[in-house]
């Protein structure tokens, strides 16, 4: 069984950067499309970007250009955000994509003056 814990996130200003991580057990980066998804107040998850086994990326329009995913050897997969604006407000969440494990608790991500 695989369990996501997410971490890293915290309240900033708008404009200002911020790096959150994702570990899994069970080793499943090297086999899996894995992907970082957030929900915002009142919305729908929703996925923000994605990373292939061999590396390749894919992100949302709202974040692409300030958003990257990145894994390493370690069983870690960031998100590094970059010129936060108050829309990114959300809980983020990683899993495979498509999902197929259970989510973890997520990582809140408050950007607010």
């Known amino acids: 069984q695989v369990v996501f814990v997410e971490s890293g996130g915290h309240l900033v200003q708008p404009g200002d950067s911020l790096r959150i991580s994702c570990t899994a057990s069970?080793?499943?980066?090297?086999?899996?499309?894995m992907g970082w998804y957030r929900q915002g107040p009142g919305d729908q998850r929703n996925m923000v970007a994605r990373?292939?086994?061999?590396?390749?990326t894919v992100y949302a329009d709202s974040v692409k250009g300030r958003f990257t995913i990145s894994t390493d050897d370690a069983d870690t997969m960031y998100l590094q955000m970059n010129n936060l604006e108050p829309e990114d407000t959300a809980v983020y969440y990683c899993?495979?994509?498509?999902?197929?494990?259970?989510w973890g608790q997520g990582t809140q991500v408050t950007v607010s003056l």
């Open positions: 069970g080793g499943i980066w090297s086999g899996y499309f």
């Open positions: 899993n495979s994509v498509p999902v197929v494990y259970d």
């Open positions: 990373i292939t086994p061999t590396g390749k």
